[in-house]
Structures are given as structure tokens and as C-alpha cells.
């Protein structure tokens, strides 16, 4: 059984528990307060550089792979384009 599965079970029971009033209001918060104080726990105990290798091994096998090697610099300069210039006939904002 997965993790988030564990965790579903572990609230539904104490969720019933605090309904059939077996456990009190700040039982039931001390209860869920440990649980994540715990799983925050085991968390630190993960090195960081085993999950970030392992998000990189997942992330470049589901990126598409090219046919051919895209070239590190373009061959062809872009090309400038001439400036625009306005025809005179056009209405003018300001009185003359």
C-alpha cells in the first residue's frame, strides 16, 4: 500500500474515533500534529541529491528526443528590417 493510502486510513480511523467521541478535539490535533511531524522527519532523512538525480533521470526520459542535433549557433544572421515610414496624407492628431 502507498504512502497517501496509509495516510487516508490512518485520518479515517481517527476521524471515526473523534465522531464516536473516543478522542477529544486536541487529541485528535495532537494525533495529526505527530503524524506530520513524523513524515517531516523522514523527509530530512532523504539525501536531496537522491531525489533531485532521480527528478532528472524521470524528466529526460520523457523529453522528446530529437532527430538531429539542433545547431548551437544560427547560420543566417536575422535580417533588419527597414524602418516604416508613415505616408503624408495621413490625418495629423494636432491643429495646424
Given at each position: ?11 479515517d480511523?481517527l ?27 523522514n523527509?530530512?532523512?532523504?539525501t536531496?541529491?537522491?531525489?533531485t538525480?532521480?527528478s532528472?533521470?524521470?524528466a ?12 548551437a549557433t544560427?547560420?543566417d ?6 524602418r516604416?515610414?508613415?505616408p ?7 491643429p495646424?
Amino acid at each position: 500500500m502507498g504512502y497517501m493510502q496509509d495516510a487516508d486510513r490512518w485520518l479515517d480511523a481517527l476521524l471515526v474515533d473523534f465522531s464516536q467521541s473516543k478522542i477529544g478535539f486536541n487529541d485528535m490535533k495532537r494525533a495529526i500534529r505527530e503524524k506530520l511531524l513524523e513524515s517531516y522527519r523522514n523527509g530530512l532523512k532523504v539525501t536531496p541529491q537522491d531525489g533531485t538525480r532521480r527528478s532528472r533521470e524521470i524528466a529526460d526520459a520523457r523529453r522528446p528526443r530529437l532527430s538531429a542535433p539542433v545547431p548551437a549557433t544560427c547560420a543566417d544572421p536575422p535580417k533588419i528590417m527597414p524602418r516604416t515610414t508613415f505616408p503624408a496624407e495621413l490625418p495629423s492628431d494636432r491643429p495646424v
